[in-house]
């Protein structure tokens, strides 16, 4: 089977940090990794871009002192997912803040939840930061499901994945 992000493909990655109509062509992808796991799905990617960029970076979490964003805080959220489902994707970043909320149905240590009235993440929304604190702690995860404009929008939690990040970069970020 072929992955859609095989490497030498097209992909666009959106380096963006401010709304606006700010889309950067696609790149090829130089090189991929993915969390390996053959018991349970996680919606995580590595990406190697084939040039420095001048977007200034931000932080990873902490992950010493705090493994999850904890209920009840408020987290901002990026994306270019349409408005509303049924509707195309946006030519603009979108903007947003949820607040943290339980997820059984998605309750393990990989993800983390928000929810906010008016506010959720949808189809093109995938693969956006999840900010808190100033730091990148989740990623928008793919959205696959019915309804997935009005449901609760699922996080992957970044600390997860603390050293898997760190042995593949070799960065100690």
Known sequence: MSSPFAVGRTMTAH?????GNNRQPGVAITRHETFPDE??????????????????????????????????????????????QGEGPSDTLQCATNEVVSCADQNDQFRFCGQSSGVSTCSGDSGGGVVYNGRISGVIRGLDRT???????????????????????????
């Open 15 to 19: 380096l963006s940090v401010h709304p």
């Open 147 to 173: 309804n997935i404009c009005m449901e609760k929008s699922a996080f992957v939690n970044v600390c997860s994945y603390r050293k898997w990040i760190n042995r593949i970069t070799g960065l100690d970020c």
């Open 39 to 84: 018991i349970r799905d996680h919606d995580i990617m590595l990406l190697e871009l084939p040039n420095p960029t001048k977007v200034t970076p931000v932080s990873l979490p902490d992950c010493q002192n705090q493994r999850t964003v904890p209920l009840g805080a408020t987290v901002q959220i990026a994306g270019y997912g349409p408005k509303a």
